[in-house]
């Protein structure tokens, strides 16, 4: 039986929601404020955090997770190779749709509020400087920690949080507002979840263990 109980998935969910939420209040409460404090403090310039943030690449967990899924396949371990494969399905799947919201919704990046005072919407609107939600990095890190969380139930209390303290990074560089990252970190729970949601509907025979 997979390690992704009906209550942990309710509890995932509700903290998805949460996070949704929160994405909402902090559009109009704390964007602003948050923005220029991460500016004020030179926080892009930290080294550590450069480092931390870069986990929110897809390219960290995709590649690995590509290697495990060809050896464990060739190795015929079965039940590694469905883990693996759930991260990518669960990481790759959340990224694609992170790009096309970017595209329909075209938020406008901290470094325009700071440069001109501007934070705007240009949906459908192509290119960096617009793309700032939902977080790329966050839904990333959000998609990526909550398969451990699901394969490695112990550690679930340590991976979840770090998760969020990765994607949290992005806010402190400067290079997203806290809205992002937290629709993002909502958006990349429930792509994991969905992963299993439809891989137990559709293929219950062969959900990893």
Known sequence: MTPLTREFERRMWFVAAAMLAGAVVAHFAADQAI????????????????????????GWWLIPAGVVFAIAAIRKQHNLARWAFAMIAAVGGSGLIVNALKFVIGKSRPKLLIEAGRLEFTPFTYGHAVNSFPSGHATTCAAAFTVLAIAMPRW???????????????????????SDVCAGFALGIACALLTFKVWRAKWPESLPV
């Open 156 to 178: 679930r209390a340590v991976f979840l949080p770090v998760g969020f303290v990765f994607a949290l990074t992005r806010t402190a560089i400067h290079a997203h507002y806290l």
């Open 35 to 58: 923005a220029h404090a991460a500016h004020d403090g030179a926080l892009s310039k930290n080294r550590a955090l450069q480092f931390v943030t870069e986990f929110g690449e897809g």
